[in-house]
């Protein structure tokens, strides 16, 4: 069955914060379910979010929701297993919209996801994000 795969074990990392204000911004806002709250990247040309999970896991899905007008063009997810170097697993197309985005992902046994936003929508190249959803099954 499948679920979500973030969990508070699960450390998380993001590129940057926008005027590096954690509190309003931070990226505890991309799990909490909260429609209220985002994390909100500062300028840079690509933006991203690594996980590293407490086990293996198996993705299936992602899901995002963007603010649009701060939202990716381009997205790429990489994973690995131990200390292997970062693969990718898929290239995914968004749209610059508010709704929450599904993208399918083959099959890919991982304990570290790296999602990258290339291409952004903004000027300055920021990001906005309410929900990451990565959804998928736990190995044992």
């Known amino acids: 069955m499948t679920h979500s795969l973030v969990c508070p074990e ?23 379910q909260d429609e209220e709250t985002c994390w909100n990247s500062d300028q840079g040309p690509f933006q991203w979010v690594t996980l590293e999970f407490p086990q293996r896991i198996c993705v299936s899905q992602l899901q995002i929701q963007f603010q649009g007008g701060f939202s990716s063009r381009r997205g790429r997810l990489e994973g690995s297993q131990g200390s292997e170097a970062l693969h990718n697993i898929v290239d995914f197309y968004p749209e610059d919209n ?27 190249g920021r990001v906005v994000i309410y929900h990451l959803r990565v959804l998928g099954e736990k190995k044992v």
Do not use: H, I, M
């Open 98 to 124: 508010n709704s929450l985005q599904s993208f399918p992902v083959p099959a890919a046994e991982v304990d570290r996801l790296k999602v990258t936003f290339e291409d952004t929508t903004d000027f300055f």
């Open 10 to 32: 699960t450390v998380s990392r993001v590129s940057s914060v926008l005027n590096r204000n954690s509190r309003q911004f931070g990226k505890k806002y991309l799990f909490d």
